[in-house]
């Protein structure tokens, strides 16, 4: 358990007669931390500091100063800034993944693209203090690896709805894992992109990435159009 804040007001004594007399401090209540609720202020305070300053210009000194503590405490519970940063990518790495292979539910291919699309977006506009982070280098190994194995883990989840598309339609099943990987990297560039300018709105680049996705260059739909039932 430890210190996180403390009570210093004062009460006021008196005298025999009844009138005023000195100040003095009341006892010291202090309130505690446990170290589960120490770790999770750790990784909030890391998180921010790392979608900010990056890695590199994110210090122990700063991450233990904004959450009161020394910065032995920081390394009692990750070793240090390389075991902070660790987990919290892979923390935001199976959030993002979770969300996007999850939202692919519809049985028309084109509205699987729509729930993919809206997925990155989504996680980008809700969690976006976890893409900054995620986009970045990383200086350590995560058990999930990096950005882009993990554009890799979701395309695995692609191909295979892919896969069934092009035997259904007479195409090589086995160019299933090439579109997938691209398909799904066109959409992660697109929300690097798009996770500054944030225009056009989300709805709207969700279908122009599957109007491309769907039509190609050559047969592209003047005014896309979305099909599922998210409109926004």
Known sequence: MEDVATDSSTTRTTGNNGSAGTERPRRTRRTRMTGAERREQLLDIGRTLFAEK????????????????????????????????????DREMRSL????????????????LEQAAFALLDYI?????????????SPVAQSTGTFASLISDIATQVEDILGLEFKARGFDPKLAPLYAQALVGMVALTGQWWLDVR??????????????????????????????????
């Open 97 to 112: 993944l979770e969300g996007v292979t999850g939202a692919l539910t519809a049985g028309h291919p084109r509205e699987l």
């Open 125 to 137: 506009e809700k969690y976006t203090d976890g893409f900054r982070i995620l986009v970045r280098d």
């Open 199 to 232: 225009k056009p709105k989300k709805a709207e680049v969700a279908a122009h990435l599957v109007n491309l996705a769907w039509h190609g260059l050559d047969g592209l739909e003047q005014k896309p159009r979305l099909i599922g039932h998210r409109k926004s």
């Open 54 to 89: 990056g890695f590199e210009g994110t210090s122990v000194e700063e991450i233990a100063a904004k959450a009161g503590v020394s910065k032995p405490v920081v390394y009692e519970h990750f070793g240090g800034k390389e075991g902070l940063y660790a987990v919290v990518v």
